[in-house]
T-cell receptor
């Protein structure tokens, strides 16, 4: 692994289904983030984690949950997907809050 | 509320110079980032300003005025590969990034 990876690359999901988006980084960064990007709205923060074992809510947390059991992994779970969660999801990591964020390649999610 | 404003779209000619502006109103300020994002790809870091003034990095420069809540990204000697969206983001008092919607830059031959 080099940098930050996400899986799956894309997914089509039926409404009401549960889905976990995976994110792994090998840079030993303390902080990790989940964003969604929708046309015309820019990146919006869903959840973040400043260090392993802690998480926090971002701007648009409803319908999503995260966990940070270790430094490397930061999965995002949609408990019961809805069509409004159709978006491109980016995971990112950084050394600290005001340091450069490195982004994964993104997951394109469609909820029907 | 917190707000980052950038033009939605700009067009420029190959070889020319373009300036992309960003104005912000945020709860606190701990720095400003510019990222580049090509269509279908992830954002990548371009520059970071925390003090007033101009930071130059090759063909790209970024300027910050904290008193005016204003920044710009200057791209010189434009190349076709510079066609992308340019995202302005401010680090607020909680050390969270507040993102603008991005400026789509179209380069014409």
């Amino acid at each position: 692994i080099a940098g930050i990876t996400q899986a799956p690359t894309s997914q089509i999901l039926a409404a009401g289904r549960r889905m976990t988006l995976r994110c792994t980084q090998d840079m030993r960064h303390n902080a990790m983030y989940w964003y969604r990007q929708d046309l015309g709205l820019g990146l919006r923060l869903i959840h973040y984690s400043n260090t392993a074992g802690t998480t926090g809510k971002g701007e648009v947390p409803d319908g999503y949950s995260v966990s940070r059991a270790n430094t490397d992994d930061f999965p995002l779970t949609l408990a019961s997907a809805v069509p409004s969660q159709t978006s491109v999801y980016f995971c990112a990591s950084s050394d600290s809050g005001n340091n450069e964020q490195f982004f994964g390649p993104g997951t394109r999610l469609t909820v029907l | 509320g917190q707000n980052i404003d950038q033009p939605t779209e700009m067009t420029a000619t190959e070889g020319a110079i373009v300036q992309i502006n960003c104005t912000y109103q945020t709860s606190g300020f701990n720095g400003l980032f510019w990222y580049q994002q090509h269509a279908g790809e992830a954002p990548t870091f371009l520059s970071y300003n925390v003090l007033d003034g101009l930071e130059e990095k090759g063909r790209f420069s970024s300027f910050l005025s904290r008193s005016k809540g204003y920044s710009y990204l200057l791209l010189k000697e434009l190349q076709m590969k510079d066609s992308a969206s340019y995202l302005c983001a401010v680090v607020d008092s909680n050390y969270q990034l507040i993102w603008g919607a991005g400026t789509k830059l179209i380069i014409k031959p």
